[in-house]
Each structure stands twice: as structure tokens, then as C-alpha cells.
């Protein structure tokens, strides 16, 4: 067929080396991208995820000379929205910014219409953010040992908001819960964002979320911190301790963010949007705006296709074990 279609071509003079009409979409791919680009976030306006995306699609935008546009799809942990970026035509004008959750959906969520591993063509990795345990600002423990005890004292009672099953907000939880015993009751929400205003608002004892969304709380006093979840305690709250020196032991989250594109995503449109986020990410502006958020981007070295596909691959592997039967069934 593609031969007939080739000589039809040539015949009508309309092939000029590899530009022929069978590869249309060359020429397309050489104007890409002639028209606005949606930047899915599969979770709440305003929440952790989706402030990376805006700061981030604001430089690209600037770069490819079209808007990159911030469309907000939260619900189950991130899942549903990350599925219609799997189903969206691979012609580079759908994107997804999620976090290290995608690695997660498909262990924790066997019947989903697409393979997280398979649906999607890597761009790059973006930041890598801390989380903090939080609670209301008048939970009644000090400190992390108190709310353990407090927690066991409470049974499930105490309430804690994620952004659903597979969030990293959810993932956390998980963590603390195995590790330490405690019972939690977890409230689900569209995104951090909204639960944090529960949180401030007092209707809500407990959260696990990264920085770029508690630390301006936590500086504010809206909100007790207790702990952060990487194995090193981070620069913009220095005398907040690590779960792993609080007895947690082996305790290390965090939020690793990135940006895919749906799989078939011609290499050229890939590359241009990986260059893209390089230039967007070692933009000194840019760099400024993540240090405001207490975050950094990754090196432009990460900001790459193979060094996603290297991360990805690697952390569905780790989440696989992990979660091992934690599954919806
Ligand atoms: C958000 O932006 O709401 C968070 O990234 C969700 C989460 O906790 O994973």
C-alpha cells in the first residue's frame, strides 16, 4: 500500500526526498507546534503538582512560541488523568506533568485501561521535592515521637488527607502506617491543594505533602510541621527533623516530577519538546522562581527522554515490590 501511495506521490511530483505526502506529518512535525499545547496535571489547581506545571509551561510556552495550557484533571490519585493523556493522539500538543505516583498506578491499580509503563514517551524529569508531615496548627503533639503515641492512643481516629490511592501525598501515608503501626483515617481529595486548606481551616489533623506546598504554611504558622521524608534534612527548614533520625528507619520519599508525552510521539516533536524543558530549566528566572517554592530543577542532564525512561522504569520496578498486593482488587 505505502509503495503504491509512494509512486502516486513521486508521479504527482510531490516527493522530495523523505518530505512526501506518506510523512505528512514531517512536514507537520518541522511546523510543530502551530498551535496551543495542553499540559494535563492530573490533580488540583493550586496544589504542589500543578504550581511545578504553571512555572514550568510558562518558560516552554515563551520557547515554542505557543501556549503550553495547564488543564486540571485530578481524581484517583491521578490515574483518570494520566489515562486520557495515554489515549490522547501522540502529535505533541497533549502532555502530562505528574510525579513519581504514575510509577505506582499499576500496581496499586491492576484494571486500568492503559500500562503506565507502556503508554507514554518520556521527555523529561523536572524537580525533585521533599515532603513534610504536617499537622493542624493545634494538633496537641510537640513532636514526632509525641504523635506517634498520640496516634496510637487515638486508633484510627485521627484523619488524614491525601490526594488519593497512588498520590504521593497517599504513598506516604502507606509509609507511616507501615512503619510505625499507627492507624489513619484518610480523607481523599482532588489534590493537595484542597486538602491543605482543610488543614489550615482545622478540618483535617494530618497531611504528608511535599514543600513547594508547606513550607510558606509552615513559615506562615498556619500549620505543625514534624518531620520531612528524605533521609537528609532539607536547607529551608533546618530544625525540622528527618522521620529516619525520628526512629522511622529507612524513611526516604520524595516527589520526583516529570513530563511524558502519549507513546508514538514522533522522536523529532519529543526531542524539541525535551530541549524545551532544558532551556525552561536552566533559565536563571526559572531557577529563581523554583528557589521561591524552597525546590531546584533537575540538571539539564536529567531533563532528558533516556534519563526518564531510566528513572521510570527503575521506580515501577521498586513500587511493584513494594505494593505488592496493596492493589484494588
Ligand atoms: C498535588 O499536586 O495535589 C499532589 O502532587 C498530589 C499528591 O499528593 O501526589
Not at 273 to 284: G, H, M, V
Not at 292 to 321: C, G, H, Y
Request: glycine fraction near 10%; hydrophobic fraction near 45%.
Amino acid at each position: 500500500m505505502k509503495r503504491v501511495l509512494l509512486t502516486l506521490a513521486v508521479a504527482l511530483g510531490l516527493a522530495t526526498g523523505a518530505t512526501t505526502m506518506l510523512s505528512r506529518p514531517a512536514v507537520a512535525q518541522g511546523a510543530y507546534p502551530n498551535r496551543p499545547i495542553t499540559m494535563l496535571v492530573p490533580a488540583a489547581a493550586g496544589g504542589p503538582s500543578d504550581t511545578v506545571a504553571r512555572l514550568v509551561a510558562e518558560a516552554m510556552s515563551a520557547d515554542l512560541g505557543q501556549r503550553v495550557v495547564i488543564e486540571n484533571a485530578g481524581g484517583a490519585g491521578g490515574s483518570l488523568g494520566a489515562g486520557r493523556v495515554a489515549k490522547a493522539a501522540p502529535d505533541g500538543y497533549t502532555l502530562l506533568l505528574y510525579h513519581i505516583g504514575v510509577a505506582t498506578f499499576g500496581a496499586l491499580y491492576p484494571n486500568l485501561p492503559y500500562k503506565p509503563g507502556e503508554a507514554f514517551d518520556s521527555v523529561g524529569l523536572v524537580t525533585e521535592v521533599p515532603l513534610t508531615v504536617v499537622g493542624r496548627k493545634d494538633l496537641p503533639p510537640a513532636d514526632v515521637a509525641a504523635l506517634f503515641d498520640w496516634l496510637k492512643g487515638k486508633g484510627a481516629g485521627a484523619t488524614f488527607g491525601t490526594a488519593g490511592v497512588g498520590a504521593v501525598s497517599d504513598l506516604c501515608g502507606r509509609f507511616l502506617t507501615d512503619a510505625t503501626g499507627v492507624k489513619l483515617t484518610v480523607v481523599p481529595y482532588r489534590g493537595t491543594g484542597p486538602a491543605m486548606n482543610d488543614l489550615v481551616g482545622g478540618q483535617l489533623d494530618l497531611m504528608c505533602d511535599q514543600t513547594t506546598n508547606t513550607a510558606n504554611q509552615i513559615e506562615a504558622g498556619q500549620v505543625k510541621p514534624y518531620a520531612v521524608t528524605t533521609r537528609e534534612r532539607i536547607k529551608v527548614l533546618p530544625n525540622l527533623p528527618t522521620l529516619e533520625e525520628s526512629g522511622v528507619k529507612g524513611f526516604d520519599l520524595s516527589a520526583w516530577h516529570a513530563i511524558w508525552a502519549p507513546k508514538g510521539t514522533p522522536e523529532p516533536i519529543r526531542q524539541k519538546l525535551a530541549a524545551s524543558l532544558q532551556k525552561a530549566l536552566t533559565d536563571p528566572r526559572v531557577i529563581e522562581r523554583f528557589a521561591a517554592l524552597d525546590t531546584a530543577p533537575v540538571s539539564a542532564e536529567m531533563a532528558t527522554p533516556t534519563a526518564l525512561d531510566e528513572r521510570f522504569q527503575s521506580e515501577i520496578a521498586r513500587w511493584n515490590k513494594l505494593l505488592a498486593g496493596a492493589g484494588e482488587k
